[in-house]
């Protein structure tokens, strides 16, 4: 079983930057997707980002595409999403999620372990 732990979000003026972690416990990530995702108030939860574990690469969203980075620790099984140039529409709750043999990680549908999630809100 995974367990899956966000941290990271908060209150951050436009055009400021945070950054998100997902720890995970009870396995390690290799093998998995991870994924973030977010959900504004009233909106569909939407796809932000994704890592493979092995070999590493990665996947945005045209909307954070530019501004947000993932990336992984692997000494420390977690992953991460740095997030600059913020603005009022990145206003969120924020979820990672984690999978095995995903061959489409941007549908949410497709992960089995996510976290509680962490708000982010951005202020203008």
């Known amino acids: 079983q995974v367990t899956l732990v966000e941290s990271g979000g908060g209150l951050v003026q436009a055009g400021g930057s945070l950054r998100l972690s997902c720890a995970a416990s009870?396995?390690?990530?290799?093998?998995?997707?991870v994924g973030w995702f977010r959900q504004a108030p009233g909106k569909e939860r939407e796809f932000v980002a994704f890592?493979?574990?092995?070999?590493?690469?990665?996947y945005y969203s045209d909307s954070v595409k530019g501004r947000f980075t993932i990336s992984k620790d692997t000494a420390k099984n977690a992953v991460y999403l740095q997030m600059n140039s913020l603005n009022s529409e990145d206003t969120a709750v924020y979820y990672c999620?984690?999978?095995?043999?995903?061959?489409?990680?941007?549908?949410?549908?497709?992960?089995?372990?996510w976290g509680q999630g962490t708000q982010v809100t951005v202020s203008s």
């Open positions: 009870g396995r390690t990530f290799s093998n998995y997707v």
């Open positions: 999620a984690a999978g095995v043999a995903i061959t489409t990680p941007w549908k949410d549908g497709k992960y089995d372990h």
């Open positions: 890592i493979r574990w092995n070999p590493g690469n990665t």
